[in-house]
């Protein structure tokens, strides 16, 4: 079947995540013969959305091929529904428009049989509308390959309840959460963070550096409550969260402001999962070779003519050659990790799907919801709530993804949260509460690879896994560096031409004109 | 459809309105069929006999006019990800069309492009309107696989089908305005698959009204 690849490339890129698939663009882009390999049959490795047969597979293997999935463990699927459907369903569906439409009792088998609905991240994060991912996707031109949703409101966890946090000016002013006088102070804080050019930054914050960034908001004489929105809700930070840091994400978030919607961000359809796809499909136009389902057995570098190196893959009984090597930590070789990462702190993330969405809203809302830690040991929790029209999951139901730092494991750092949002009792569906039903979760830890990793040798170029960021920052910078160290001096990913950009060569001759009444009768017909 | 068009010849001020309808139309099939070669065609009227595989393009765009509306088709090429069955999911994502190309004088080709027929009515839309084009029809000397064939699956899975020819041309519009014609062109047609969803682009002054209100 593959007799025809061939065996000598400039780069090959082993794993289909987002830091290995920006890299495989951006040397395609300029040039370079790339080949893209993934031992398993899709794109995106950790980074992948499944339906949710792909998600009962990948479960399974996680359970019985553990090395497989080296990154992921403590992983605990459970159900809250029956099986099957109930005895005496009533034949007709919601989709009627009848005039009372009963709340529609899910089972088990309609998973399974609306599979094809769901797109269910294994690491979901959101894209900052000014952060360095957008902007690559449009300077690259790869934006085009897909379509995004902005995220419609930010909630927060304040007084035992879900509010919405008001991040836009309009929000500000609507809100009856604060007072009138609060809302100038806000106002007044916000624009000055935005409004400093690093010289005045440095100025104004001078004397804070190991100070927290909440004695900062208090210092401004931020009332409790905006010091809540301003801490948690747009810094994503904590009550030790250090006073920089927390100036440098709130900036960030307030920069992010007003470009597409009315928070600063954006989801992308069908969710994560695509973007490695995209940046993939960049490099397939330019040349790049794709083949999934091909593992690999070896890694070698030997030294050829004139001190060259080379790296050597062993790969299906064929061996193949490149000066340089990308590849995912979870299938490079223990050898060529010349230390394993720091042990930082590991990731405990959770899923659920449910009947309804965490706080009522006139439209289907797509929500950013920041939980502060509800003890001291614990961190901020984020959650994302995704509905059908992201391409999620099927009408009537939404996906929530939980992910915060692991203290103990998944499921016990995770639950109590859970708890405050959804009801967890199973039970009937149709009955009337403030909470969703949780109807299905699935928790589990992922091993923090996020911390750079280096290999050991000039040639061999290690990328890390997902880290428990909101955003791809980490991805972005971390392909940018690797690319620079590949293609030293070159821009990383210019502009793709549009396709009415493209000038095909001259030379081959054009074809012969015959069939020109099947070209009137496209014409301009009227 | 045809209840569209009446309505927009009634219009008593004369001029005809005219709307737009973007698509999105994927090919799919066998490497060295000839799918860049039938949208090159479409597209530029031109005809490579040695087209590269890869052309550099991520899709090509080409207009066509019906009576009261203009379709847009954004033309994706597999950009070769097909060899080695490792074509991305998010090829498939919001395509309303797609042209499934086969080789008359290769019969492999056409036991592929049952396949990828499956392929399409397991991964993408369930409304999406799939033709079915036996390429190279300029060759049928070395004919191997036999229009009635084709014609009879063709019908069994309700696809359009046509054999084309990228070099003479034959076929090649009509295989697109007969997609064009099968298309429905509601009014929320043309914005792509997802309503309300939204490409980026750096012409995106800051508005008003959000995207998403």
Redesign the interface.
Do not use: W
């Given at each position: 079947m593959d007799e025809d690849l061939p065996t000598d490339f400039n780069v090959i890129v082993v794993g289909t995540g987002v830091v290995e698939s920006i890299v495989a663009a951006a040397c395609s882009r300029i040039g370079k013969d790339v080949l893209h390999i993934d031992c398993s049959d899709h794109y995106g490795g950790l980074w992948a959305s499944y339906n949710f047969d792909g998600l009962q597979k990948f479960i399974k293997e996680v359970k019985t091929e553990p090395n497989k999935h080296s990154q992921v463990y403590n992983l605990e699927e459970k159900w809250y529904i029956n099986k099957d459907p109930p005895q005496e369903e009533p034949k007709e569906d919601s989709e009627d428009g009848k005039a009372e439409p009963t709340k529609k009792v899910w089972c088990q088998a309609d998973f399974t049989s609306e599979y094809r609905k769901f797109n269910i991240d294994m690491t979901s994060k959101l894209l900052f509308s000014r952060g360095p991912l957008v902007e690559l996707l449009i300077s690259s031109n790869i934006a085009r390959y897909a379509e995004f949703r902005c995220v419609t409101r930010v909630l927060t966890w304040l007084n035992d309840k879900l509010m919405p946090v008001p991040c836009s000016r309009a929000d500000v002013f609507a809100t009856e959460a604060v007072s009138i006088v609060e809302k100038r102070m806000l106002m007044k804080m916000l624009t000055s963070i935005v409004g400093y050019n690093d010289e005045e930054m440095n100025n104004e914050f001078k004397d804070w550096n190991d100070k927290t960034f909440k004695e900062y908001l208090t210092h401004k004489g931020l009332t409790p409550n905006l010091i809540h929105y301003v801490l948690f809700a747009i810094a994503g930070g904590t009550e030790s969260m250090p006073c920089l840091e927390g100036v440098r994400e709130c900036k960030k978030f307030l920069m992010s402001l007003g470009r597409y919607g009315n928070t600063p961000f954006l989801w992308p359809m069908y969710g994560s999962g695509e973007i490695p796809q995209c940046f993939c499909r960049l490099c397939a136009v330019f040349g790049g070779w794709y083949c999934l389902n091909r593992p690999i057995d070896s890694v070698e570098t030997k030294t050829v003519d004139e001190g060259k190196t080379v790296v050597v893959v062993g790969s299906k009984s064929k061996t193949l050659k490149c000066d340089h090597l990308v590849i995912g930590i979870n299938e490079c070789p223990k050898d060529f990790i010349s230390s394993e990462p720091a042990e930082t702190c590991d990731i405990s993330k959770a899923i659920f799907i449910t009947n309804g969405t965490i706080m009522a809203s006139e439209k289907e809302p797509l929500t950013l919801f920041r939980f502060p830690p509800l003890n001291d040991e614990q961190n901020c929790v984020t959650v994302l709530e995704v509905g059908p029209a992201t391409g999620s999951c099927p009408k009537g139901l939404f996906v929530v993804y939980l992910v915060t730092n692991k203290v103990k494991d998944a499921e016990s750092d995770l639950k109590p949260y859970a708890e405050k949002i959804f009801d967890m009792s199973g039970g009937d569906q149709t009955a009337t509460s403030d909470k969703p039903k949780c109807l299905w979760s699935l928790f589990y830890n992922v091993k923090d690879t996020s911390a750079a990793v280096h290999s050991g040798t000039d040639c061999v170029h290690v990328c890390a896994g997902p880290d428990a960021g909101l955003d791809y920052d980490r991805a972005v910078h971390q392909a940018e560096e690797i690319y620079k160290k590949i293609c030293p001096g070159q821009e990383f990913l210019p502009r793709a031409p549009n396709p009415e950009e493209i000038v095909f060569e001259d030379g081959a001759t054009p074809g012969p004109e015959f069939q020109r009444e099947d070209e009137d009768a496209e014409g301009d017909k009227e | 459809m045809a209840t569209t068009r009446s309505g927009a010849a009634q219009r008593p001020n004369g001029a005809p309105q005219t709307k737009v309808c973007q698509f999105k139309l994927v090919l799919l099939g066998e490497s060295a069929v000839g799918k860049s070669s039938l949208v090159?065609?479409f597209v530029?009227?031109?005809?490579?006999?040695?087209q590269e595989s890869?052309?550099?393009?991520?899709?090509?765009?080409q207009t066509?006019?019906?009576?009261d509306t203009t379709v847009k088709f954004e033309i994706w090429d597999t950009?070769?990800?097909e060899?080695?069955?490792?074509l991305?999911?998010?090829?498939y994502?919001?395509a309303q069309a797609a042209i499934v190309v086969y080789d008359i004088t290769n019969q492999d080709t056409f036991g592929r492009a049952k396949n990828w027929v499956k392929e399409l009515q397991?991964?993408a839309s369930p409304s999406i309107v799939i033709a079915l084009a036996g390429n190279k029809s300029d060759l049928a000397a070395k004919r191997m696989v036999e229009f009635e064939e084709a014609q009879a699956y063709a019908d069994e899975n309700g696809l359009l089908f046509m054999e084309t020819s990228?070099?003479?041309?034959?076929?090649?519009?009509?295989i697109?305005?007969a997609i064009a014609n099968k298309l429905p062109k509601s009014e929320s047609a043309g914005g792509?698959a997802?309503g309300?969803?939204?490409?980026?682009?750096?012409a995106?002054a800051?508005r008003a009204s959000?995207?998403?209100k």
């Open positions: - | 090159l065609r530029k009227g031109q005809f490579h006999e040695y890869t052309i550099g393009a991520a899709f090509l765009t066509l006019c019906l009576d950009a070769g990800q060899r080695y069955h490792s991305a999911p998010m090829y994502r919001g397991r991964q990228a070099k003479t041309a034959m076929n090649v519009n009509d697109f305005l792509g997802a309300g969803a939204r490409r980026l682009n750096d995106d800051p959000s995207c998403c």
